[in-house]
């Protein structure tokens, strides 16, 4: 059990090291082009592929009274567009209850600035626990902060049709909100996710300003 707790506590360490919310770097990089996150049918495409894959682990931490199990991890890869067997490991990242627990870093993000990312979220298990599509979301937000500091914007996030939903529901939960015909815009702001699921529905979130 102490073993556990001091990976615990090492995983907290680098998350805090590395990890910073979405209304920090909002307030520092306000003068993002008014393309950004334009959209695959607006931008002309993407260059790179970013993907999530969630899975709750049920061993994890199971030990007399626990508080940190069920666990759900991510597991984000990247690789170059149609180049699947070029797949390396960006990082991993525990949560539970969509909140993160900690992270681990494999790669630096070093994509060549300006270059158009594709986020693909995919789930292990054929049907997801709700904790997966929070932990899902808290993902995607993560890979899009790496990719605004970087200056590479994130075209598309693709999902599984049963994922569409339950994950624009946890986006919004954490302040992302619909843009439609009838949003103000001056309420709305060059901050945005275009989601799209397999069946092609689609929905625009916008972080406010």
């Known amino acids: 059990m102490n073993s556990e707790r001091k990976r615990i506590s090492q995983k907290r360490s680098a998350l805090s090291a590395v990890v910073g919310t979405i209304t920090a770097i909002l307030a520092i990089t306000s003068g993002a082009p008014a393309s950004y996150g334009a959209g695959p049918e607006i931008s002309g495409g993407y260059d790179w592929t970013f993907e999530i894959v969630t899975e709750r682990l049920t ?3 199971d030990y007399p009274g626990s508080q940190l199990k069920p666990v759900e991890k991510t597991v984000i890869s990247f690789y170059p567009k149609n180049k699947t067997d070029d797949k390396q490991e960006y990082e991993s990242i525990w949560f539970k209850n969509g909140q ?9 993000f070093d994509l060549p600035k300006g270059e ?8 292990k298990n054929a049907s997801p626990q709700n904790e997966e599509y929070k932990a899902a979301a808290n993902a995607v937000e993560r890979v899009f902060l790496d990719a605004y ?18 994950v624009s529901n946890a986006l919004q939960a954490r302040n992302w909100n619909i843009l439609s015909d009838t949003t103000d815009t001056a309420l709305s702001s060059t901050i945005n996710l275009h989601l799209k699921s397999e069946d092609d529905t689609k929905q625009t979130l916008y972080y406010p300003n």
């Not at 590479?152 to 049963?162: D, F, G, S, T």
Request: cysteine-free; glycine content about 6%.
């Open 59 to 61: 061993r994890q931490f």
């Open 116 to 123: 158009g990312i594709r986020v693909k979220v995919k789930h």
């Open 149 to 166: 500091l970087n200056k590479n914007p994130v075209e598309i996030v693709e999902l599984k049709n049963p994922a569409f939903y339950p």
């Open 100 to 108: 993160p627990l900690g992270l681990e870093r494999k790669h630096k």
